[in-house]
């Protein structure tokens, strides 16, 4: 029996290999026409700005022989069996609540582990620049879950209403509150972000009323328009929005009155700890997370 | 009224690129009711390989004008080849995997082979905007205040209109171009094997169409003719950059859906419109906000008239 079945299992195996390799040619081939106008010659410019074209071989070889190796190595690899179909993670309730929970506690003593491993001097830019930076993806995808994943309508311009808010909050907090209630600017944080959250969702009333008519491909690009319409707007509109320049000196968030400075009436101060900036942004965290 | 006509040319110019893109858009929406995304910077693509052929053959092109000719004859092939070529490719990689998956899947890839192409484009060529000196110089004149001038007509006005060679070009060659698709797509069994994935895939298939076929070449005449705009949009503008292909390609879809998704003229007659509201905003109202009046109106036609001015009314597959 074995020796009749070894012969036969090697040509399959020889002639698996030869169509993979015709295969890895043929791919080899379409990445080398594709690319060769557009990766060989390079459009650039002298020193007087005459254009010229500067050649370079090596990188489309350079392409197409990796892309031969890839499907060559997949191809022959694989087995001829049928794909069985992936099976999403089948987690139980209780797993996905575990984690949920878990990774509540974690983003809750990030500020806190990011600080006893790092230092006070080393751990702002763990908080400030990921900390917070990975908060406000989570708000943003909290938002796009209920649009999309709960709804079910693909939302492209989705971040329209990203941008009204903030520009919302920095109107508000620039120009609105300063002139017609100065007193309250220390709370100036406090009051413009339910506004802006306001004047973001009543935004997406006014866009969403008319849009809803539309489902699918038809609805995305609409919201997409959407979005391009207000970024257009926002950038155009210099008399309100300063266009490209955009809008500085906008009220930092305080601690509920109390400004994060290095002043006399400052957080710092009041609670008798040393100024840092840290305060601020961990703070800042913790709003989030609390709002998240 | 001098300056209304010359706004009026150089909207009909504008348009007719927006209409050879918007083919793309309509019969790759038409045969497998998908927005493909990607249209747009494949338009651009064309445009910079068509720039690279160009810059290969300026050594021959300032001899004669018979050269030119020839030059813009060698860039519309090989261009059209080239381009079909990459749209082929994205097809198969990014498209015919995801076909039968939920109906959004393919629309989302597309944004991400737009994104992809885009960035492609600039980590290859460079961010810079390449420009090309102008191959057709000259024009017609219609109208002239100068009396030295040979001229149609002269009026009083300041302002003259001229309507360059170039410009007469773009038009003829849209022209054309539309006439021939026409007859492909009415005429010939191509069309017909076209038509009928259009109308049920699944019917084809049966009466033995090859519908993975039809598509790709579907999908290569879409690019052959984003192709086509690409060298009329350098010979126009001289000056393209990595970025843009977005915006005409979110215009030329709002033409192919303005004049009626699915029909060829209506692509055409759509980009026409859309190419004299952009131009005539731009000249009586202001430049800064062109772009948000082509993307109102796409919106607006969307809500209030989704089969468009030549499309008929379909049932909403959803």
Same mark, same amino acid.
């Given at each position: 029996?074995?020796?009749?079945?070894?012969p036969?299992?090697?040509s399959?195996?020889s002639?698996?290999?030869?169509n993979?390799?015709?295969?890895?040619l043929?791919?080899?081939?379409?990445?080398?026409?594709?690319?060769?106008p557009i990766?060989?010659?390079?459009?650039d410019? @002298?020193?007087?700005?005459?254009p010229?074209?500067?050649?370079?071989?090596?990188l489309?070889l350079?392409?197409a022989? &990796?892309g031969?190796?890839v499907?060559?190595v997949?191809?022959?690899l694989?087995s001829d069996? =049928?794909?069985?179909a992936?099976?999403p993670?089948n987690?139980?309730?209780?797993?996905t609540?575990?984690?949920?929970?878990?990774?509540i506690a974690?983003?809750?003593l990030?500020?806190? &582990?990011a600080?006893?491993?790092?230092?006070?001097?080393?751990?702002?830019?763990?908080?400030?620049?990921?900390?917070?930076q990975v908060? &406000?993806?989570?708000?943003?995808g909290?938002g796009l879950?209920i649009v999309?994943?709960?709804?079910?309508?693909l @939302?492209?311009?989705?971040?329209?209403?990203y941008?009204?808010?903030?520009?919302s909050?920095?109107l508000?907090?620039?120009v609105v509150?300063?002139?017609?209630?100065?007193?309250?600017?220390?709370?100036?944080?406090?009051?413009?972000? =339910?506004?802006?959250?306001l004047?973001?969702?009543?935004?997406?009333?006014?866009?969403?009323?008319p849009?809803?008519r539309?489902?699918g491909?038809?609805?995305?690009?609409?919201t997409?328009?959407?979005?391009?319409i207000?970024?257009l707007?926002?950038?155009?509109w210099?008399?309100?929005?300063?266009?490209?320049?955009? +809008?500085?000196?906008i009220?930092?968030?305080?601690?509920f009155?109390? =400004?994060?400075?290095?002043?006399?009436?400052?957080?710092?101060?009041?609670?008798?700890?040393e100024?840092?900036p840290?305060?601020?942004?961990?703070?800042l965290?913790?709003? +989030?997370l609390?709002?998240? | 009224m001098e300056?209304?006509?010359?706004?009026?040319?150089n909207?009909?110019?504008?348009?007719?690129?927006?209409?050879l893109?918007a083919?793309?858009?309509t019969m #790759?929406?038409g045969?497998?009711?998908?927005? /493909?995304f990607a249209?747009?910077?494949?338009?651009?693509?064309s445009?910079?390989?068509?720039?690279?052929?160009?810059?290969?053959?300026?050594?021959?092109i300032?001899?004669s004008?018979a050269?030119?000719?020839?030059?813009? #004859?060698?860039?519309?092939i090989?261009?059209?080849?080239l381009?079909?070529?990459? /749209?082929?490719?994205?097809?198969?990689i990014?498209?015919?995997?995801?076909r !039968?998956?939920?109906r959004?899947?393919p629309?989302?890839?597309?944004i991400?082979?737009?994104?992809?192409?885009?960035?492609?484009?600039?980590?290859?060529?460079g961010?810079? /905007?390449?420009?090309? /000196?102008?191959?057709?110089?000259?024009?017609?004149?219609?109208?002239t205040? #100068?009396?030295?001038k040979?001229?149609?007509?002269?009026?009083?006005?300041?302002?003259g209109?001229?309507i360059?060679y170039?410009?007469?070009?773009i038009? #003829?060659?849209?022209?054309l171009?539309?006439?021939?698709?026409?007859?492909?797509?009415q005429?010939?069994p191509l069309?017909?094997?076209?038509?009928?994935?259009?109308?049920?895939?699944?019917?084809?298939?049966l009466?033995?169409?090859?519908?993975?076929?039809?598509i790709?070449?579907t999908?290569?005449?879409?690019a052959?003719?984003?192709? $086509?705009?690409?060298v009329?949009?350098l010979?126009?503008y001289?000056?393209?950059g990595?970025?843009?292909g977005?915006?005409? !390609?979110v215009?030329?879809?709002?033409?192919?859906?303005?004049?009626?998704?699915?029909s060829l003229?209506g692509? $055409?007659?759509?980009?026409?419109?859309?190419?004299?509201i952009?131009?005539?905003w731009?000249?009586?109202?202001?430049i800064?906000?062109?772009?948000?009046?082509?993307?109102s109106?796409l919106a607006v036609t969307?809500?209030?008239?989704?089969?468009?001015?030549?499309?008929?009314p379909e049932?909403e597959k959803?």
């Amino acid at each position: 029996m074995a020796m009749t079945e070894q012969p036969h299992t090697q040509s399959d195996a020889s002639t698996k290999i030869r169509n993979a390799a015709i295969e890895g040619l043929k791919f080899a081939g379409l990445l080398l026409a594709l690319s060769i106008p557009i990766l060989v010659l390079r459009i650039d410019s @002298d020193i007087d700005h005459r254009p010229f074209l500067a050649v370079r071989w090596q990188l489309p070889l350079w392409i197409a022989g &990796i892309g031969f190796l890839v499907r060559f190595v997949t191809l022959a690899l694989t087995s001829d069996a =049928p794909k069985k179909a992936s099976t999403p993670w089948n987690l139980s309730p209780n797993t996905t609540r575990y984690l949920s929970y878990g990774g509540i506690a974690l983003l809750a003593l990030y500020p806190v &582990i990011a600080l006893a491993l790092v230092g006070p001097a080393g751990s702002i830019k763990w908080i400030d620049n990921f900390g917070i930076q990975v908060m &406000i993806y989570v708000m943003l995808g909290w938002g796009l879950n209920i649009v999309v994943g709960l709804a079910g309508l693909l @939302d492209l311009g989705y971040v329209a209403f990203y941008a009204v808010g903030a520009y919302s909050y920095a109107l508000l907090a620039t120009v609105v509150l300063p002139k017609y209630a100065p007193f309250l600017m220390p709370w100036a944080f406090w009051i413009c972000l =339910p506004l802006a959250g306001l004047l973001a969702a009543l935004w997406g009333i006014i866009l969403g009323l008319p849009v809803l008519r539309l489902r699918g491909d038809y609805l995305a690009i609409v919201t997409l328009a959407f979005g391009e319409i207000i970024r257009l707007i926002l950038i155009n509109w210099d008399v309100v929005t300063s266009g490209y320049a955009g +809008i500085s000196g906008i009220p930092r968030p305080s601690f509920f009155g109390l =400004p994060f400075t290095a002043s006399d009436n400052g957080f710092a101060a009041t609670f008798g700890l040393e100024f840092t900036p840290l305060h601020r942004t961990i703070f800042l965290f913790y709003v +989030i997370l609390a709002l998240a | 009224m001098e300056y209304f006509v010359q706004q009026l040319i150089n909207g009909l110019t504008l348009g007719s690129i927006y209409g050879l893109i918007a083919i793309g858009y309509t019969m #790759v929406f038409g045969i497998i009711g998908m927005v /493909n995304f990607a249209h747009g910077d494949v338009f651009m693509l064309s445009t910079f390989i068509a720039l690279i052929i160009l810059m290969i053959l300026l050594p021959i092109i300032s001899t004669s004008m018979a050269a030119v000719i020839f030059a813009l #004859v060698v860039v519309l092939i090989l261009g059209m080849v080239l381009t079909g070529l990459w /749209n082929w490719a994205i097809e198969r990689i990014a498209y015919r995997p995801l076909r !039968g998956s939920f109906r959004l899947a393919p629309l989302i890839s597309a944004i991400g082979m737009s994104i992809f192409l885009s960035n492609f484009v600039q980590v290859v060529q460079g961010p810079t /905007n390449k420009s090309l /000196n102008a191959l057709i110089d000259g024009g017609f004149c219609l109208a002239t205040d #100068v009396a030295a001038k040979s001229c149609l007509f002269h009026t009083k006005s300041s302002f003259g209109v001229t309507i360059a060679y170039k410009q007469l070009l773009i038009m #003829v060659i849209t022209a054309l171009l539309l006439a021939a698709f026409w007859y492909l797509v009415q005429r010939t069994p191509l069309g017909r094997a076209q038509r009928a994935c259009e109308q049920d895939s699944k019917m084809a298939r049966l009466l033995g169409i090859d519908v993975d076929r039809t598509i790709s070449v579907t999908f290569v005449m879409g690019a052959a003719l984003a192709a $086509v705009a690409g060298v009329m949009y350098l010979i126009q503008y001289g000056i393209v950059g990595f970025s843009d292909g977005f915006v005409p !390609g979110v215009k030329a879809f709002t033409a192919a859906v303005l004049g009626g998704i699915g029909s060829l003229p209506g692509a $055409v007659l759509g980009g026409l419109i859309i190419g004299l509201i952009e131009s005539l905003w731009s000249a009586y109202f202001t430049i800064d906000y062109k772009d948000v009046a082509a993307f109102s109106i796409l919106a607006v036609t969307l809500i209030f008239l989704p089969s468009g001015i030549l499309g008929r009314p379909e049932v909403e597959k959803v």
